[in-house]
């Protein structure tokens, strides 16, 4: 059977995330706390909930601990972001995967449990130079 992502927070990079797992054929849920944004992604994905992800009760209901996969993609409420992780973990969801706004932000991740901290914007920048540098790609 297929893992199965819940994606919470439909930003730039959240949505990015949800829209292209959905595209390569995963079963997809995006949650937010926004209704815009919500909205917005609804016929990309295969399910959408407005919820607070902060609210365990709201988790439960949702049946996160039932997905293969969740990946955190809140960024600047840092608070959100650690609590919603230490949640999951004890929810028991078995992959949490969670964007840090910096180094600190993502020890106190790792320390709580996250299974898989990332830095999209500083990946990226790593990629790019990787890439400009490469023998492979042509000069001009
Ligand atoms: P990006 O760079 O990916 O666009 P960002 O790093 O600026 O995003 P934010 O815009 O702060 O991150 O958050 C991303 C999304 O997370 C927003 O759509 C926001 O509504 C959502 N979000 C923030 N807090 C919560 C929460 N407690 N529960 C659910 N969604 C939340």
Redo the contacts with the bound molecule.
Sequence with gaps: MKKQFAI????????SVAETLHAKGYEVLA????PN?VQDIARFVTHVIE????DENALQEIGIRNFDVVVV?????IQ?SIM?TLLLKELGVAKVVV?A?NNLHGKVLEKIGADKVVYPERDMGTRLVHSLISPNILEY
């Design positions: 919470i927070g439909l930003g730039r990079f959240g949505g949650i937010d706390k926004n944004h919820a607070d992800s902060t993609a809140i960024g600047e409420d959100a919603t964007k706004q």
